[in-house]
């Protein structure tokens, strides 16, 4: 019964996802590897037109760049000059269980660095205006933004990090306990008015953020900005005093 409810629901999200039609993006899409919701991409558009200052985007969790490229040609079209920073190690979920993918020769030893040039390729040819990957996990990544440490990118490109940021993308890991830290990481950076995207959020989704996502809803420091089906906050402004 619940396994029928939680279909029902996803059927019910997906008809009523806001989506945006663009004809880049689906040349995009069809050349750049990667698992994106409709909806994230419309939730990203919203939170680039409407982005409170320059400050850095963070996006936590890169895969092969899809999302990092749209992150990026949101920002061109919109002519944004905000840098995006990306925490990823390209070390994957539940690559910790077996040595090669199934029943291949491929082992998850060369399975990684593959990924890892993918992404590169495709930043490469997709974002003139380079985002900075960075190989760090987002606790390992946030503990040097907060020291406001020099660090060399993947494109051995060197960058100080620290200072605001003006918009969060987490898809990193799933469980509840790591998708709250990196919340409260980017939220000790976020400025009033900045953006936190929660990918996998969505009320039906077997990962543990529904219980986050709660929690973020009871905060009188947040407000939920839409559903669609994923989740996106915006930092509430301070008020006049």
């Not at 495709?122 to 040097?144: C, M, Q, T, V, Y």
């Not at 890991?173 to 009033?192: I, M």
């Not at 973020?216 to 994923?230: A, E, F, G, H, T």
Request: aromatic letters at 14%.
């Amino acid at each position: 019964m619940k396994s029928i409810f939680s279909l029902l629901i996803k059927v019910r999200d997906h008809l009523r996802m806001k989506k945006v039609e663009d004809e880049y993006l689906n040349w995009l899409r069809f050349a750049n590897a990667g698992m994106i919701s409709p909806g994230n991409i419309y939730a990203m558009k919203y939170a680039i037109e409407n982005l409170p200052t320059n400050d850095p985007i963070i996006e936590i969790g890169s895969f092969c760049g899809l999302s990092t490229n749209i992150l990026s040609y949101f920002l061109r079209k919109n002519q944004k000059k905000n840098i995006i920073f990306c925490s990823d190690k390209w070390i994957f979920e539940g690559s910790e269980k077996s040595t090669n993918l199934g029943l291949s020769d491929i082992s998850h030893a060369d399975y990684r660095p593959f990924v890892k040039e993918t992404f590169m390729r495709n930043i490469n040819f997709f974002s003139p205006n380079r985002p900075h990957p960075i190989e760090l996990f987002s606790d390992e990544f946030f503990a040097k933004w907060k020291n406001r440490n020099e660090v060399i990118d993947i494109f051995n490109q060197s960058m100080m990090l620290g200072g605001n940021i003006s918009f969060g993308y987490i898809d990193g890991n799933h469980t509840y306990e790591f998708a709250k830290q990196d919340f409260e990481n980017v939220n000790q950076h976020l400025v009033p008015g900045g953006f936190i995207l929660f990918d996998d959020s969505d009320d039906s989704n077997p990962f543990g953020l529904t219980k986050l996502m709660g929690e973020i809803k009871q905060r009188s420091d947040y407000s939920l900005v839409m559903k669609n089906p994923n989740y996106l906050f915006q930092k509430n402004k301070m008020l006049n005093k």
